[in-house]
């Protein structure tokens, strides 16, 4: 029997990380360019309930019921079956690949969860809409995440540019005019749950500071959004460079990616900014197409593990 594979996109988050987990908004946008694939077969000989799974990227091989309790993959299999309406699985093989880089902020783990979902409802023959598969998705994210916003998971499964608030439908982004983005990789890597977990200890302590920096990341996230829906894109630059500031003021930068905001605002990117959880991961630069080759090289001169230039249209 042939597999019955799917798959979901990478992201990232143009304005408004951390904030949006205190109820402020936050604007994401899919990646196309890097996917996550489940691929999903029977195993008729394996016994009824037993799932393989085969995730050659992080070297895993391994029946799902021998993974570590609290592994992302063991608790998404675990509540998966009582979602679809069933008791087990049938047997099966759940083969996984991933192009996208791991906690650098571009929603590898539940761009996993994502494409898991698809394939294994697919395969039971249930078709579920797309907001069924975000739940999913925010349910694993909430069992090893902490206090998630939800962003991640919606911008995902929808796949497509959201305006974003907290326990709240969210508003699909109409993109006036396509503009540019480099994803430079700093190279670091610091968990998003930790980073989380350290504004808030750091906001339990001084709540008037760490307030007004969300109040103000707010503000830049709705002006943004006014920009993108009419057609000015150049205009974001100056708001992703406050954005960083402000980010920085959190406590969420470091210096590998303060490092590579500075190199694309050197090499002309129009603003720059960290991208999701911080203290390590992305930086995004805002640019013009035709200056974008030689500014995604300057910021590999700078240090940057890898780079990616994409549209967001
Ligand atoms: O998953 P990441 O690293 O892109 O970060 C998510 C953004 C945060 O606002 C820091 C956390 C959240 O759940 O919204």
Known sequence: MPAISASAPGKIILFGEHAVVYGHPAIAVPINQVKARAYVMASPTSPQGQVQIDAPDIGLLSNYEDLPAGHPLAILLSILPKQLGMNTFPALRLKIKSEIPIAAGMGSGTAVSVAIIRALSTFLGLSLPDKQISEIAYEVEKSYHGTPSGIDNTVIAYAQPIFFMRDQPFVGLKIAGPFSIIIADSGKRTQTAEVVAQVRNKRAKNKT??????????????????????????????????????????????????????????????????????????????????????????????????????QIS
């Open 209 to 310: 500071f760490f307030d007004g920096i969300f109040q103000r990341i707010a503000k830049i996230t709705l002006k943004a959004r006014s920009i993108i829906e009419s057609d000015t894109a150049v205009k974001l630059g100056p708001l992703m460079n406050n954005n960083h500031e402000e980010l920085q003021r959190l406590g969420v930068s470091c210096p590998e990616l303060d490092n590579l905001v500075n190199a694309a605002l050197d090499a002309g990117a129009f603003g720059a900014k960290l991208s999701g959880g911080g203290q390590g991961g992305n930086i995004i630069a805002f640019v013009n197409v035709d200056q974008a080759e030689d500014i995604r090289k300057k910021l590999s001169s700078a240090g940057a593990t890898n780079t990616l230039v994409t």
